[in-house]
């Protein structure tokens, strides 16, 4: 039955099915086995917003279906530009929730990170830092980009959102003294 739902149907049953106590795992495990087995073709359906309600709802029910994720993984990996910077930040947050790193995905992103470093909310740009830093996946020029737009709206940031910069920093072992210094100023 559920293989007759369209894209945004299987999304929110998935986030339905992920928010009762305890999660649905039976639909859960339907659903990922019809992405994974539909592969590109079944992704290629979904719109942005119902790839991160899927991803998310796998992420906030702890069911790590690796196929299906890989598929999302790829997915993402060929229509970044599709997502928009909060977007993105949801479906990096998913996998580091789920300790799964998908490396065409990751230099994916963190391509069009730089790209759209201006469409990030202070909010998404942090869970991108610290989303990496948790997945291991610390390429110096998206941290260099991402420090430099910290510093440069610095007001947009909350105390939590700096502390996820800056771990995400340290766990990466990149050093800034700019943004060090910007953020000890506040």
């Known amino acids: 039955e559920l293989g007759a739902f369209r894209p945004r149907a299987m999304a ?3 986030l339905a099915a992920a928010s009762t106590t305890p999660p649905r795992v039976e639909v859960l495990a339907t659903i990922c086995s ?3 087995e539909g592969g590109s073709s079944e992704l290629a359906a979904f719109e942005p917003r119902d790839i991160v309600a899927l991803s998310w709802a796998l992420a906030a029910s702890g069911h790590r279906d690796v196929p299906a994720m890989t598929a999302i993984g790829w997915q993402l990996a060929d229509r970044a530009w ?13 996998f580091a929730e789920l300790g799964l790193l998908h490396q065409g995905m990751m230099a994916t992103v963190s391509m069009e990170t730089m790209w759209k470093i201006d ?8 869970q991108v830092a610290e989303s990496c830093a ?3 996946y610390c390429k110096e020029p998206m941290f260099d980009w991402l420090a430099c737009r910290v510093i440069g ?3 947009d940031y909350a105390a939590q959102d700096l502390a996820s910069v800056m771990w995400a920093f ?12 910007t953020v000890a100023a506040e």
Request: hydrophobic content about 45%; overall charge positive; aromatic content about 6%.
């Open 34 to 36: 019809l992405v994974a």
């Open 12 to 14: 929110r049953t998935a």
């Open 119 to 126: 469409q990030f909310s202070a909010r998404s740009l942090a």
């Open 82 to 94: 599709e997502f928009s910077g909060d977007e993105l930040a949801k479906v990096l947050r998913s």
């Open 134 to 136: 948790r997945l291991g």
């Open 170 to 181: 340290g766990q990466a072992s990149f050093k800034n003294e700019a943004l060090a210094q």
């Open 153 to 155: 709206r610095i007001e």
